[in-house]
Structure formats: structure tokens, C-alpha cells
């Protein structure tokens, strides 16, 4: 049997193995450790299905070229299946593996030309080092691939594997177990943030954020299931819970009256699903509302993902009447280009920026960029984490069209909005 990968000529896993086990057995323990470094390149599927097979092998080629610059003349660099590679590292010290993993993300993240697209990896990188003579080689492995999970868990890109890794991947998985069953047995619930018009001082919006009423563990934040829903099937019928249940709401409001602009939250997932216009539309119908009434935020990391196949979806949204928010605007990493194709008609500062405006001048000087240049490509403005005046009044000096944050409410249940909305007019 061949201990070479066909496609990049590395080592396969039987080889890695082989290697990791000898170096195991040679291991001294006063000396430097042995370590595994996983890279998941996390692209083999959407260049498989984008430009076929043969591109996403031309890729897997560079991307192992890369890698293989990237490491000591010492490791071994395997294949292990799609686009996960693993490096046996020996005598290596914390800080060089925290080196090389640096110098594989940025030689990863140069551009690669495909079919005159350059197309962008996002690697995750995990690392574990050998602690025990009982250890095997595939629990090194196992143990880099559960920091490289735990690493993309908290947003970022690499995580040296601790014991505590172990209870915590244990503990979303059963949450993601439990969170299946989360929309069928109503453990979900729904509370609005006021979004008001700089203008007229009024309540014109409201944006609906998902909870979590977890029968053994109270309330779960969204930033504790999310992130766990978006990595599964699971967020498709969280975000039409979501959808469904928040516009049922907004048609009582407007029944009275208040007619309010929904706001509500797209992942990434989200905009793989063909279906999306459509189920939208389907609900819209549903509830008797105008197509104006919902305003759908979509942050621009989610959109650089995969531009050429969210754009098209996303102008189909914004065709009908269905206003677009670029939400956190100044945290992803899109380009001025996206920007302008990206259909949307209002962007919302994120809040890091606005919290600290009236105390760092560098803050106030993005926000008033953001306003200025968002104002001329015929965008309006929602600045997020409001919490002082003093920020409310700089934010209307400088043309800023709405505003939500603690200044006006947190998040709260729909039956505490229509009173919200008389008190934050009469201020």
C-alpha cells in the first residue's frame, strides 16, 4: 500500500502515523517535545462544487507547497484526508510552534489564481504536543484537531491543545444535540432592540435577537449557540423560527399602528441555502406584511465568504423591496470593492467603534469615514452600542441617520416596546 498522498505527493496518515510513534519511542524527556500541527484549510467542498474537482487539487498542490516552506527541514507534512494536513514537528519549544503556525497562516492566505479569480483560504491550526509515555500518535492528532475547533469556536485561527479542551468540545456537542431540539419543544424566545431615527427622535425599527431558555441551564446567550448552529443544519430552521415568529409579532405592532421596520440576522449558512428568497417571501405573505417591513443584516465577513454566490442571492432580496443592512461594519475584512456590489441600503457602524467615539479621537474619526462614505454610495446609517448622550449628540453632528444601544434599552420582550416607544419619544 502507497504511504504517499496522490495529489500533493506528501505523506499520508498511515505515514504520519508511522513517524509520529517512532519519534514517540525515541522521545527524551528532559529534552525539547514532539508536536502535531493541523492546518484545515476548510475549502475542498465550495472549489470542488464552484470550479470542479482538478482546481480544488491545483489548490490542495499550492497549499501544500506553502506549508511545506513554512516548517523545519525536520517535520514530516502529511495529507490527511480533503484539506486537512498534520505536521510531526520534533524538539520544538512553544514559541517556534506559535512561529511556524504564523508564517503557515500568512503564506496560506496569499491569494491563489483560479480560472482568473483569486480565490482566499481561511486556515484553522491547532497544535498538541506529546506529555506522556501511554500517549499515542493518533491522540496527538486527535488533541491538535479539538484546538483547532476550539480555536474557530472563539474566532480564531490557532489554539495550542489544554486539557480543558476536551470538557469544553464535549459540552457543545451535547449543546448542539440539545439545541436541535431547541425550536420543536419552544425553548426559544425573542427579544427586541429599538432602533430610533436621529432625525425625529422616534422608534421607527426594532431588531429581533434570539435566546435560549435552556431547561437545566437557564438563559443561553446567542454568542454560546450561534456559533455552534452555524456549523450545522441547525441554523436553517433556527433563522426561519427566527423569521417566522418575529414577523408574527411585527404584524400585531403594525396592527396598531406602530409600523416599525424588522430587523433580523443572516449567517453565512443562510446564504448557501437556495431557497432563502423564497422562504422569505413565503412568511412575508404569511403575516400580511409589505416587503418593506423587513430589513435582513448580514455581516460583510459573511458576504466575503463566498461574494460570487451570496451577491446574486442578495440583490434577488433586495429586487423585492427588502431592505439590506451590512451589519458590524469595520470588524470583517471585506474590500471597497464587495462594498459597492454589495446590494444593501443601509450599513451599521459596529459598536467598538462607537462605544469609545467621545474618548479616542481615532474611534470618532472612523465612525465619521464610515457615516461620510456609506451617506455617498446612497447608504443610510445605524450606529450600534449607543450608551451616552454625549456619543448620541456627536453621532447627530455628524449626520448619523439611527441608533440603538443602552441609551435607549437593552433587549427586551416584544410586550415592553410599545412602551419603550412612548417613552424614548418623549426624551
Known amino acids: ?242 423569521l417566522d415568529t418575529s414577523m408574527e409579532q411585527l404584524a400585531r405592532w403594525r396592527a396598531k399602528g406602530l409600523d416599525f421596520i424588522l430587523s433580523a440576522n443572516l449567517s453565512v449558512k443562510n446564504l448557501e441555502d437556495p431557497d432563502l428568497p423564497d422562504a422569505v417571501q413565503r412568511l412575508l405573505a404569511k403575516h400580511g406584511l409589505p416587503n418593506e417591513a423587513l430589513q435582513l443584516e448580514i455581516t460583510e465577513t459573511a458576504v466575503m465568504q463566498d461574494p460570487e454566490r451570496s451577491i446574486p442571492m442578495l440583490e434577488g432580496l433586495a429586487d423585492t423591496g427588502i431592505e439590506l443592512s451590512i451589519d458590524d461594519f469595520g470588524r470583517g475584512y471585506g474590500s471597497l470593492t464587495y462594498l459597492q456590489r454589495f446590494p444593501a441600503s443601509w450599513l451599521k457602524i459596529d459598536k467598538e467603534f462607537v462605544i469609545g467615539m467621545d474618548a479616542d479621537p481615532r474611534n470618532a474619526t472612523i465612525v465619521r469615514a464610515a457615516i461620510d462614505m456609506a451617506h455617498q454610495l446612497g447608504m443610510s446609517v445605524t450606529a450600534e452600542g449607543v450608551e451616552t448622550k454625549r456619543v448620541l449628540n456627536l453621532l447627530r453632528g455628524l449626520g448619523c441617520d439611527r441608533a440603538q444601544g443602552y441609551l435607549f434599552s437593552k433587549p427586551v420582550p416584544a410586550d415592553r416596546i410599545e412602551e419603550l416607544a412612548v417613552s424614548i419619544c418623549e426624551e
Not at 516552506?69 to 519549544?93: Q, V
Not at 476550539?150 to 459540552?171: I, S, T
Not at 429581533?208 to 450545522?232: C, K, N, S, Y
Request: net charge neutral; glycine share 6%; hydrophobic share 45%.
Open 1 to 242: 500500500m502507497t504511504e504517499c498522498d496522490h495529489v500533493t505527493g506528501l505523506a499520508n496518515y498511515a505515514r504520519l502515523q508511522d513517524r509520529l510513534e517512532q519519534a514517540i519511542a525515541g522521545q527524551d524527556p528532559a529534552g525539547p517535545p514532539l508536536w502535531v500541527l493541523l492546518v484545515d484549510l476548510d475549502c475542498y467542498t465550495d472549489v470542488t462544487l464552484d470550479f470542479g474537482p482538478d482546481a480544488a487539487d491545483y489548490i490542495l498542490s499550492i497549499a501544500a507547497q506553502r506549508l511545506q516552506s513554512c516548517l523545519p527541514r525536520s517535520a514530516m507534512l502529511a495529507r490527511l484526508y480533503t484539506d486537512h494536513f498534520a505536521a510531526a514537528i520534533p524538539d520544538s519549544e512553544p514559541p517556534q510552534i506559535e512561529r511556524y503556525a504564523r508564517k503557515c497562516r500568512k503564506a496560506l492566505t496569499q491569494s491563489i489564481s483560479v480560472e482568473g479569480i483569486e480565490v482566499v483560504l481561511e486556515p484553522g491550526m491547532g497544535a498538541s504536543q506529546y506529555s506522556d509515555g501511554d500517549m499515542l500518535a493518533r491522540s496527538l492528532v486527535r488533541q491538535a484537531g479539538i484546538a483547532k475547533a476550539v480555536a474557530k469556536n472563539a474566532g480564531r485561527d490557532f489554539a495550542v491543545y489544554v486539557a480543558d479542551h476536551d470538557r469544553r468540545v464535549r459540552q457543545n456537542l451535547v449543546l448542539m444535540h440539545e439545541l436541535r431540539r431547541a425550536v420543536q419543544e419552544r425553548q426559544l424566545l425573542l427579544h427586541y432592540q429599538p432602533k430610533v431615527d436621529l432625525r425625529t427622535g422616534r422608534v421607527n425599527g426594532v431588531e429581533a435577537l434570539v435566546r435560549w431558555q435552556h431547561p437545566l441551564r437557564g438563559m443561553v446567550m446567542p454568542d454560546e449557540f450561534i456559533p455552534i448552529a452555524e456549523r450545522t443544519a441547525a441554523i436553517r430552521p433556527l433563522t426561519a423560527w427566527v
